[in-house]
């Protein structure tokens, strides 16, 4: 009966969360409060179609689900019971964690069902969790999406959410979160971890980061779900009403934000009459709300909120305040002074003040490390430029732009923008004082493909060229670099590097301006002298180990990483040879070379969720895709995901980058530290 499973799916998002809530108050185990409410579930998929939908589809799958959780709970009773009797017999004393009484009272008010949602929000984001564990957690446990669902939207398998879902609910158990709503200071904490990943979830969905399509709508319906959920349960809270206007408008521009071929349409070239005027009547109701909230400043989703009022209140873009916008992020920099929100600003006092003020701004942030490889840094740059009619400039930013950004559509649409770009007198951007050449991708591809370089070599000077083509754009004539640009772009990129990395970059750099005839692009570069710390060999301490592991931002890949060479004592080197073939993952061990590597349960239990059903290829990939100038050999290139090998500098360069808090020198540790002690 399709009706009743339609009945179903739709009963279910809506009550999931609330069903689950209660029974985790019941059980106290979030884990198995979902699968007492998946056989709640299967029981309607197995009597509905055929005894009918009940009058009420919400109480009956509640009953359901309540009545496995008293079962489950009486079973454990009577297991008690039979524990404490064989302890008696036995002449020993029970576990004290077994004479507690179960609570088999199932009723609750609306009040407590509400509490229980919030409490069940707050379990879900938790920030003992990473981020992307929390988005997925939320979105299974109080968006009621199944692993496909969830990983259709985030492009991955359904095989690697169920593991992550499965390693969060680990998580929370072996840190005993309490099901219990917290109070003061730490209320108002969980409280930015839920907005945090409630707009993670939106943003994912508004402008995706990868794929092909520009956004991903079921994400951003989504979000706005549990935005209005949780303005629900937290009605005091100026913040949640500042989040849900912020997306209710934002989501309202959905429809004007793409062409008809799915290409991105700019702000201020959209038009208007395609904004959903519902939408933005929800953005100032939820604005009005936030401001009755109160509070003694406004927060960061308020000021954010209150920017897109003003983009909505203009009838046309020459109408829009940009004098107020810029002064609320303004006064959100100050608040929030993140780089994107600073990038967000030079963009508002750009079209305020004119495109020159905009750049000033700009230029400040080229060095930032946080915009390294944020493709909207030069999107923003190039269109400053094309407004000052700096054009040939204008068009080498968004091809760089068009390089770092791994959405397709977005790709495609800078590409075009650099395209049109005019040139200026009808000169071409590969030329320099009349003479053509090789543009600066055309020549590292040659530096490292004239065939008297090794194989190490290659793959040591293609990391520091590479990274240089990426960062000044790979189209710009060799000719125009500046020892100055260079300079900069290593004080980005290695400026808190080891010695010996730093020098080893500028040696690649030298060689090829050498090779290339283009001067001593390496003049604003001390080589640094190197020095190995008497400590350097020992391995890291328990404490700095637990610190180290005990990092909730610590990335999966990471986590795994150095848990495996932690556990194995194998070179940094080997691991990161290891291919997904190569694992014997019930024996704990591999082979690498020559080298047996073998692992312990910390290790075992990363290992799956990190292969997230992958077959074949290297086991630690790289962020990102290579580019096309940039395939890697076969047998570093995963042919399941596409990315390359991790390389053992970018694994280094990790290490030391997250040990640097655990270092009284503030250097950080290299990847060697993570040796076991022999005993």
């Not at 040696?507 to 570069?525: H, I, K, M, N, P």
């Not at 640094?528 to 391995?539: I, K, L, W, Y």
Request: proline share 5%; charged share 25%; aromatic share 4%.
């Amino acid at each position: 009966m399709p009706d009743a499973h339609r009945t179903i799916d739709a009963v279910w998002k809506l009550e999931s969360a609330k069903i689950v809530a209660g029974l985790t108050r019941m059980v106290h185990d979030v884990g198995l409060a979902e699968e007492l409410a998946q056989d709640a579930l299967v029981a309607a998929l197995e009597q509905w179609p055929a005894s009918g939908v009940p009058d009420n589809p919400g109480a009956w799958l509640t009953t359901t689900a309540k009545r496995r959780a008293v079962d489950h709970l009486r079973r454990s009773r009577l297991l008690t019971h039979k524990q404490e009797q064989l302890a008696h017999e036995l002449g020993q004393q029970p576990d004290p964690g077994l004479d507690a009484e179960v609570d088999l009272d199932v009723d609750e008010d609306e009040g407590a069902g509400q509490d229980d949602v919030l409490r069940l929000m707050l379990i879900s984001c938790h920030p003992v969790l990473p981020a992307g564990a929390r988005a997925a957690l939320t979105l299974r446990l109080l968006g009621g999406l199944t692993a496909e669902e969830i990983a259709r939207a985030f492009l991955v398998t359904g095989t690697a959410i169920t593991r992550r879902i499965a390693a969060a609910k680990r998580t929370l158990a072996e840190e005993r979160v309490p099901f219990d709503l917290p109070d003061g200071a730490e209320l108002a904490e969980r409280l930015a971890s839920v907005r945090e990943v409630i707009y993670l979830i939106f943003n994912e969905g508004y402008s995706a980061t990868s794929g092909d399509d520009l956004m991903r709508p079921g994400l951003c319906l989504e979000a706005l779900r549990l935005g209005r959920l949780l303005a629900e349960l937290a009605p005091q809270e100026a913040e949640v009403h500042g989040l849900v206007a912020l997306m209710e408008i934002q989501a309202s521009r959905s429809a004007a934000r793409t062409g008809p071929s799915g290409e991105p349409v700019q702000l201020h070239e959209q038009n208007r009459g395609r904004w959903d005027q519902l939408l933005i009547r929800r953005g100032f109701t939820a604005m009005l709300r936030a401001r009755e909230a109160g509070g003694s400043a406004p927060g960061p989703y308020v000021l954010q909120a209150a920017i897109a009022v003003c983009h909505a209140q203009a009838h046309t873009a020459e109408d829009t305040d940009w004098a107020q916008i810029a002064a609320l992020y303004g006064s959100l920099a100050r608040l929030l002074p993140t780089a994107i929100v600073r990038l967000n600003r030079a963009v508002a006092v750009g079209m305020a003040y004119g495109p020159q003020a905009g750049l000033d701004l700009v230029d400040c942030l080229v060095a930032d490390p946080a915009l390294r490889d944020y493709h909207l840094l030069p999107s923003v740059r190039g269109d400053l430029l094309a407004r000052l009619e700096r054009r040939r400039e204008a068009r080498l930013e968004f091809q760089r732009a068009a390089a770092l950004t791994r959405n397709a559509a977005e790709r495609a649409f800078l590409q075009r923008r650099a395209d049109e770009v005019e040139e200026v007198d009808g000169v071409d951007d590969t030329t320099v004082a009349g003479q053509a050449g090789p543009t600066l991708g055309e020549a590292v591809r040659g530096f490292l493909g004239r065939g008297d370089l090794d194989a190490a070599t290659v793959r040591s000077y293609g990391q520091t060229l590479r990274r240089l083509c990426l960062a000044l754009g790979d189209r710009r004539p060799p000719a125009s670099l500046t020892a100055e640009e260079v300079a900069g772009v290593f004080a980005t990129c290695w400026g808190r590097g080891a010695a010996r990395t730093w020098n080893r970059h500028r040696s690649a750099v030298r060689s090829f301006a050498a090779w290339a005839s283009l001067g001593d692009l390496a003049a604003g570069l001390e080589r640094r002298t190197e020095t190995r710390s008497r400590s350097g060999a020992r391995a890291l301490g328990s404490a700095q180990l637990d610190a180290l592991w005990g990092d909730p931002e610590l990335p999966l890949r990471e986590r795994t990483l150095w848990r495996l060479l932690h556990e194995s004592a194998a070179g940094a080197k080997a691991v990161l040879s290891l291919n997904v073939e190569d694992l014997d993952l019930d024996d704990r061990r591999a082979r690498a070379g020559d080298v047996w590597v073998n692992w312990r349960s910390g290790t075992a239990r990363l290992l799956p969720e990190l292969l997230a059903g992958r077959t074949r290829g290297p086991v630690f990939l790289s962020d990102r895709r290579p580019g096309p100038a940039r395939t890697p050999a076969p047998a570093d290139l995963c042919p399941e995901t596409g990315r390359r090998r991790l390389s053992y500098e970018r694994a280094e360069y990790l290490f030391k980058e997250a040990t640097r808090a655990l270092d009284p020198a503030a250097d950080g540790y290299t990847l060697g530290r993570l040796k076991p002690r022999r005993a």
